[in-house]
């Protein structure tokens, strides 16, 4: 058998031995722990807030025409125009006026039956109409129809039963339901049967029972002063009057002063004549 020797290699030479393979293992990644997980909190329901109460104010709920409402608390006076210098320099005084003194072109008279027309009519009469009333509906009020046809030649009159020089004029609305006449005017006459308009249409109210004064310069001299409605808050034309002339003293205190100046006057002259009377008699003898 023959024996084959690779070239390159002497024959007497013996081989090195075979060189064992180092077996090296691979290096062994070390396993991490596995993360432990925390637990996740379970979302609780949030507590819904229990609604509280509101307070109770005392605003006016909104009401519609024809509804009543609660009366609104008495608010200040609001004033148009100035005074006349001339006539009015000492202020104002209110004229008082019986029932009987004021009439009107027409009244508020609605219901089903004649009985409840017929009260409707009294509970709206004009005199309901003086500033400040609260009776029966709280104001006079025009027809419902004329009303609600827009008829201009409505109007509360007033009697004042003489010559009075007016300076002022005061309106509300109504007592107990929103109606209020937002623009009016003015007819005047000195003897009930001739009139004459005073030349301007005068503000009015914005709510039921606010007063609106409005100074009339040139104030007027007149008997008989009738108020037409022009514009309204809603169909229900109502309103509350006065009338303000012009007053001849500053004030009471003027009077009581000037009645004093001449009782003093009186007395000082009274008590003179009687010491003259007696000196002229006392020289003579």
């Given at each position: ?100 003194q004021l009439d009107a072109s027409s009244s508020y008279a609605e219901g089903d ?173």
């Open positions: 058998m023959r024996t084959f020797i690779p070239i390159g290699l002497n024959p007497l030479t013996t081989l090195p031995p075979k060189q064992k393979l180092l077996q090296t293992s691979a290096p062994t990644e070390k396993l991490q722990p596995a993360p432990q997980l925390k637990p996740q909190p379970v979302p609780q329901p949030k507590p819904q807030p229990v609604p509280q109460p509101k307070p109770q104010t005392q605003t006016q709920p909104q009401t519609q025409p024809g509804q009543p409402q609660a009366p609104l608390p008495q608010s200040g006076i609001v004033v148009h125009g100035s005074p006349d210098p001339k006539n009015c320099a000492n202020g104002y005084e209110v004229v008082t006026l019986s029932d009987y039956t004649e009985a409840d027309k017929t009260q409707s009519r009294i509970d709206h009469m004009p005199s309901m109409g003086k500033v400040n009333n609260t009776k029966g509906r709280g104001a006079w009020c025009v027809d419902h129809a004329k009303a609600l046809a827009k008829d201009r030649n409505q109007y509360l009159q007033l009697n004042l039963g003489t010559p009075t020089t007016i300076g002022m004029v005061e309106t509300q609305g109504q007592y107990y339901y929103p109606n209020f006449v937002t623009k009016f005017s003015l007819n005047c006459s000195v003897d009930g049967v001739n009139w004459f308009g005073y030349g301007k249409i005068l503000d009015g109210n914005y709510d039921s029972n606010s007063r609106v004064d409005n100074h009339l310069n040139p104030a007027i001299s007149v008997s008989y002063v009738r108020f037409l409605p022009v514009e309204s808050s809603t169909d229900d034309v109502c309103m509350r009057v006065a009338v303000f002339r012009c007053r001849a003293w500053a004030d009471k205190w003027a009077n009581a002063t000037r009645k004093s100046k001449i009782e003093k006057a009186e007395r000082k002259n009274r008590h003179d004549k009687p010491e003259r009377h007696r000196k002229g008699l006392h020289e003579k003898y």
